[in-house]
Structure formats: C-alpha cells, structure tokens
C-alpha cells in the first residue's frame, strides 16, 4: 500500500473552546484576511514563476516552494480558527513560520518533479475540484438590468457542519468529537487538492477521507483508526 500523502494537515481541539467566542470570530479574522489577500496574490506570482522552473529544470526552487507551504499554513490556521471549524480559541500567528498553533501542515518537499505533467495538473484535478466546490464557500455573481453586479453566497459543507458543530457546544457544553473528525478530514481533503494545483507534488490527490485530527501515516491507519473509534 502507498505511504501517506506528502501534505500533512493536523489539528487538535481545545476542549475548553467558547461557547459563545465563534458568533464573532468572523470579526475578529478580518486582520488575517486582509493580509491573506496580500499574501495569496504573491503565492499566484510565485506559481508562475515555479510553473516555468519546473518545466525547464524539473524542480520546485526551495525559497518559493517554503512560502507557498507557509501560505498553506497560514490559511489553515485560521480556518482552523474561525468557519473551518471553530476547534480552538487561541488567536492564529501573524507568521508564514511552523509554529505550535493546535493547526499544523506541513509539505514534504520534492527533490524531483515531472516537467511534463505541470501542463496537466489543471485538467487531472477537475474530479477533485468539482467535489472541493461543495466543500467550501462559494460565491456568485451575476449582472442584472436594474442594479448592475449582484453577488451572493451559498455556504459549503465545511462551514456549514462547523456551525452545527458550534451550535451543538452552544447548548452542550461539548464540541462533537465525530463532527471534528469529519471537519479535519473535508479540510484535508481540501488542502490536499490545493498543494496539488499549486504545483507542490506530482502525487494525484486521493479520494479517501482520512479522518480525526493526526494525519494517518498509511492509508491502513485510516481505516484502522475509524474501525477502533467507539
């Protein structure tokens, strides 16, 4: 059977989350997404540059390859933080670093890569980007006669189960464990997808849900972890 995936995405709950700290999280994460918008847009200039480098040498320049991984981190951390699953209340870092935030990933860095298949990976990921769609937030614009551009949104399952999740500690006490598991699981999911398109590893995304907060080491360990669940 074939190792784990080269992208790593774990996370540990805080048992002492708010119950009531998420209904403004969403206030609270406009810092980090102001500054994401920042730091996502050179992550674009960085692909570009990482396309052509792998095309004609076969491999990930190390310095861009460390910021795009930091850029994934980044992102997680405060999904992790806010609608990607509400699991903790301590404020995400300011910082591209690996840092002992309860939201952890890491990418193992390919030494090698195929020149060819970056011409591909667009196409090859469609299945995969289809089902990431339904995943996450989606947002729609159309033009209309009477008032010009008008835009809405539809929420995705991540957010919408994280909400559940929070609703139920609201009134509980308890953050659902199997509903976390879950979470980690769509997450990963996700984030496994995006290192794929961001040029980050030749290894094809899999259509397995790997479940709980530890990433399995082997897909054996997946559907070990889920058989010994209670």
Request: hydrophobic share 55%.
């Given at each position: 059977m074939s190792s784990a995936y080269p992208l790593r995405v774990e996370g540990k709950l805080d048992p002492t989350t708010s119950r009531w700290l998420w209904i403004i999280k969403w206030l609270l994460v406009l810092p980090?997404?102001?500054?994401?918008?920042?730091?996502?847009?050179?992550?674009v200039l960085t692909w570009v540059v990482a396309f052509f480098a792998i095309l004609f040498t076969g491999r990930y320049p190390r310095g861009l390859f460390d910021y795009n991984v930091g850029v994934l981190r980044w992102s997680w951390r405060v999904s992790f933080y806010s609608s990607g699953a509400f699991a903790t209340d301590e404020y995400p870092p300011f910082t591209l670093e690996y840092t002992n935030y309860p939201a952890r990933l890491e990418v193992a860095y390919p030494e090698h890569l195929n020149r060819w298949l970056v011409l591909v990976k667009w196409l090859?990921?469609?299945?995969?980007?289809?089902?990431?769609?339904?995943?996450?937030?989606?947002?729609?614009?159309?033009?209309?006669?009477?008032?010009?551009?008008?835009?809405?949104?539809?929420?995705?399952?991540?957010?919408?189960?994280?909400?559940?999740a929070v609703v139920m500690l609201a009134f509980s006490g308890t953050y659902p464990r199997g509903l976390f598991d879950l979470l980690m699981g769509l997450n990963r999911w996700v984030y496994r997808v995006w290192a794929y398109m961001m040029l980050m590893t030749d290894e094809y995304p899999p259509f397995r849900l790997d479940r709980g907060g530890a990433e399995p080491t082997t897909p054996?360990?997946?559907?070990?972890?889920?058989q010994d669940r209670p």
């Open positions: 980090h997404g102001l500054v994401l918008i920042f730091v996502c847009l050179c992550s090859l990921a469609v299945p995969h980007l289809i089902i990431v769609a339904l995943l996450v937030d989606v947002t729609v614009s159309s033009s209309t006669q009477q008032n010009g551009w008008a835009s809405w949104g539809t929420w995705g399952l991540i957010s919408i189960l994280a909400l559940v054996q360990d997946s559907q070990r972890a889920l």
